[in-house]
Antibody, heavy 122, light 106 residues
Framework: QVTLRESGPAVVKPTHTLTLTCSFS??????????VSWIRQPPGKALEWLAR???????FYSPSLQTRLALSKDTSKNQVVLTVTNMDPVDTATYYC??????????????WGQGLLVTVSS | DIQMTQSPSTLSASVGDRVTITCRAS??????VNWYQQRPGKAPKLLIY???KLQDGVPSRFRGSGSGADFTLAISSLQPEDFATYYC????????FGGGTKVELK
């Protein structure tokens, strides 16, 4: 059974750095075609893809946010960490991590965490 | 940067209706499209991957079609649990979601 869970602070001050951890079970990030993505959703708005790390340790970032994002993974602990620097109130959102699997070259997110609401406020 | 234009933004329908949602990409993305359902307060759920492949466990009333730049999600007979918001996503390049379609009760 595949599960993912996001953890981190509920409130972050403007200009500070957000660190989120995705803890997962039921799969390994060292398995071919597996990846973990981060997606966020501001209240009442659409989903926004942020970043992905895959089984080959390749990292991919949203072009509009790539200067502020960084990923790392600990395969032995089954965790992926996302850091977002210089947080702003517009970054207030529910942050999701999701398992990605690649079939026929197409990557889709087939399992998601429950999400973590992060509010940026002083 | 490939844009995904999803329409309509809101759709009013009744139980039993057939509904269709469309997504148009700003360029040819072959079949690199996924569709997700999101119920209020819940995480998204994968329905369709690679434009037309039904995710395991998803009812067969959901059908994805299209290739190139135009894609469609159809629900053949709307059920009460299908009132939700639906998103397309392209993964041909840096992944991007459409703006969403809220399916609401007429």
């Amino acid at each position: 059974q595949v599960t993912l869970r996001e953890s981190g602070p509920a409130v972050v001050k403007p200009t500070h750095t957000l660190t989120l951890t995705c803890s997962f079970s039921g799969f390994s990030l060292s398995t071919t075609a597996m990846s973990v993505s981060w997606i966020r959703q501001p209240p009442g708005k659409a989903l926004e893809w942020l970043a992905r790390i895959d089984w080959e340790d390749e990292e991919f970032y949203s072009p509009s946010l790539q200067t502020r994002l960084a990923l790392s993974k600990d395969t032995s602990k089954n965790q992926v960490v996302l850091t977002v620097t210089n947080m702003d109130p517009v970054d207030t959102a529910t942050y999701y991590c999701a398992r990605g699997r690649m079939i026929g070259g197409v990557i889709s997110c087939d399992h998601w965490g429950q999400g973590l609401l992060v509010t940026v406020s002083s | 940067d490939i844009q995904m234009t999803q329409s309509p933004s809101t759709l009013s329908a009744s139980v039993g209706d057939r509904v269709t949602i469309t997504c148009r990409a700003s360029q040819n993305i072959v079949n690199y499209v996924n569709w997700y359902q999101q119920r209020p307060g819940k995480a998204p759920k994968l329905l369709i991957y690679a434009a037309s492949k039904l995710q395991d466990g998803v009812p067969s009333r959901f059908r994805g079609s299209g290739s190139g730049a135009d894609f469609t999600l159809a629900i053949s007979s709307l059920q009460p649990e299908d009132f939700a918001t639906y998103y397309c996503q392209q993964t041909y390049t840096s992944p991007r979601f459409g703006g969403g379609t809220k399916v609401e009760l007429k």
